[in-house]
């Protein structure tokens, strides 16, 4: 139980376009979805959390504007990287919390999305 | 604020020694800990976790016991595999039970070899 699914897994864009990455909990509900960015040998860096129904809250140096973030429902939650250049590659990952056991508080995350922009 | 600082890595091992990597964290109040392993390519997993004091989490022959005294969750294996090749990630949930944002440690390398 408890699982995360992303997709796609590796995309390469174009500078200019935009790419749609899908997080999706499988066997839960997610009343909140997490984004974290992690570059080569770093840690991972929150970029927003979003709550099913309502506008994600985005961490400070985060541009809203440029990833936008939506979470319709308690199973699915997109992250879009609007006009994306060659600085937007990464590895972005998202994780899930929900109401699965008493530990409400446990985050599950997804395999991860390898953004490649030329 | 909070932070969880790590050992730095690369560690590397020979098959069958003994692992340590050693994590400490700063917070307010009783965090909840963790540990999380990401294989190459792959998305983090949950290897461990302890809620309070004293508590020890352990998994797959991984052990990590929360020491309030120190602000300490150093994660040990008696006897690693090449298969415990990855990277281990020490982190800190600030509110056990509320949900609160994740502050992650910068990761350790570990490369177990033949």
């Known amino acids: 139980g408890a699982v995360v699914s992303q997709h796609p897994s590796r995309v390469i864009c174009k500078s200019g376009t935009s790419v749609k990455i899908e997080c999706r909990s499988l066997d839960f509900q997610a009343t909140t979805m997490f984004w974290y960015r992690q570059f080569p040998k770093k840690s991972l860096m929150l970029m927003a959390t979003?709550?099913?129904?309502?506008?994600?809250?985005?961490e400070q140096g985060v541009e809203k504007d440029k990833f936008l973030i939506n979470h319709a429902s308690l199973t699915l939650s997109t992250l879009t990287v609007t006009s994306a250049h060659p600085e937007d590659s990464s590895f972005y990952i998202c994780s899930a919390r929900g109401i699965i056991t008493q530990e409400t508080y446990e985050q599950y995350f997804g395999p991860g999305t390898r953004l490649t922009v030329t | 604020g909070n932070s969880v600082t790590q050992m730095e890595g690369p560690v590397t091992l020979s098959e069958e020694a003994f692992l340590t990597i050693n994590c400490t964290y700063t917070?307010?109040?009783?965090?909840?800990l963790f540990w999380y392993v990401q294989y190459p390519g792959e998305g983090l997993q949950l290897l461990l976790k302890?809620?309070?004091?004293?508590d020890k989490g352990s998994n797959k022959g991984f052990e990590a016991t929360y020491r309030k005294e120190t602000t300490s969750f150093h994660l040990e294996k008696g006897s690693v595999q090449v298969s415990d090749s990855a990277v281990y990630f020490c982190?800190?949930?600030?509110?056990?039970?509320?949900?609160?944002?994740?502050?992650f440690g910068t990761g350790t390398q570990l490369k177990v070899e033949l």
């Open positions: 302890a809620t309070k004091a004293d």
């Open positions: 982190a800190l949930n600030p509110i056990t039970g509320g949900g609160n944002k994740l502050t």
């Open positions: 917070a307010t109040g009783y965090p909840s």
């Open positions: 979003s709550n099913e129904g309502s506008k994600a809250t985005y």
